[in-house]
């Protein structure tokens, strides 16, 4: 397989990805499926913008913000069913148990300890002792203005955070469970390690003091933008949506079994911060996954980063301690 030349590296090498705009399926069908499927990311977010702008403020509210969340993944579900991008990405009852495992973990156990040593911790932390009044004047931004920058400064960091998870081999090991799926789903974001997800959770977006409307309409970002990651829905995404924003199309080949490929498309929200480092590449990709597309249950996702640590400081030491380390002794030749 040749492969197409992106930059200085080659991608489709190792498995089939679409590179380029103008090779991507579009949608089929009547006029009013086409333009549903044309609009409906648009106006999805701007008519969530508008809500958190000018929703009254016994509304705008964190569990407002759940409720909505919540029914917008069963409506995207639906979505699915009725345009799926890829049948064999459909889902089934085995794909869906095993997600909202993932999902509940998320909203019970992770949530729960990032109060203690997560993110809002460590903002806790800094409120408390730096003197926020030194950059008061962020709060007198417009709203809209603050919005984008706590989800611009926090998909940043998330960006990084992730670019070293693929260039880093420790944080490698957390985050190789996600890229074994193999296929995108509505949930499929939630599936990985813990240890993995406590990780890119991380962010600095929060550590300014801005206004709570402000956190609720650039969630909406998060909402209404990187939800698509992971769902299997054909749209006709326009032209200055996919120049911007991550899309359903950069994640899939992110997810690619080519290996060039997963090196690429790390930002959550913001695409335009891979295309400023160099490291975007527009298309898709159907087959994902790692060594051949084998699926990991969820014993072998919980034990990884740490069982694989393991052989690998084995592997290293072994030898140089007497193979000591939890293997079997090594057999010394007679004088």
Not at 11 to 34: H, L, M, Q, S, Y
Not at 142 to 154: C, G, K, N
Not at 274 to 292: I, N, S, Y
Not at 298 to 323: C, D, Q
Request: glycine share 10%; with cysteine; charged share 15%.
């Amino acid at each position: 397989m040749a492969g197409v030349q992106v930059g200085n590296r080659i991608i489709g090498a190792d498995a089939p990805v679409t590179v380029g705009w103008e090779n991507v399926p579009k949608v089929e069908g009547g006029p009013f499926k086409r333009a549903f499927f044309t609009w409906f990311q648009p106006v999805t977010l701007f008519g969530f913008l508008l809500f958190w702008y000018y929703a009254p403020n016994e509304w705008a509210v964190a569990s407002t913000g759940i409720a909505i969340g919540i029914g917008f993944k069963v409506l995207l579900l639906a979505l699915e069913w009725v345009n799926p991008r890829f049948r064999s990405w459909q889902l089934t009852w085995k794909e869906l148990v095993t997600d909202l495992f993932y999902v509940g973990l998320g909203y019970t156990v992770l949530r729960i300890v990032d109060q203690f040593i997560g993110s809002d911790a460590i903002i806790g932390m800094l409120q408390s002792n730096f003197d926020f009044g030194k950059v008061a004047w962020f709060t007198g931004l417009p709203l809209l203005l603050q919005a984008f920058l706590i989800s611009f400064v926090f998909d940043f960091g998330q960006y990084w955070m992730h670019r070293g998870m693929h260039n880093w081999y420790p944080l490698w090991l957390t985050h190789a469970p996600h890229h074994f799926i193999t296929q995108l789903n509505i949930n499929k974001g939630a599936v990985g390690n813990p240890v993995e997800l406590f990780l890119i959770g991380l962010g600095i977006g929060g550590f300014f003091d801005f206004l709570p409307r402000a956190f609720l309409i650039a969630g909406t970002f998060g909402l209404a933008v990187s939800t698509y990651q992971h769902i299997n829905v054909r749209f006709n995404t326009p032209r200055w949506w996919r120049f911007l924003f991550n899309t359903t199309e950069h994640h899939s080949v992110h997810h690619s079994l080519d290996y060039e490929a997963t090196r690429s498309n790390y930002s959550g929200t913001w695409i335009i911060i891979d295309r400023m480092f160099g490291t975007c590449v527009d298309g898709e990709a159907e087959v994902l996954g790692m060594e051949g597309g084998r699926r990991m249950h969820i014993r072998e996702v919980m034990h990884y980063p740490f069982s694989e640590a393991w052989k690998t400081l084995r592997a290293k030491f072994g030898a140089k301690f007497g193979n000591h380390m939890g293997g079997a002794h090594t057999a010394v030749p007679a004088e």
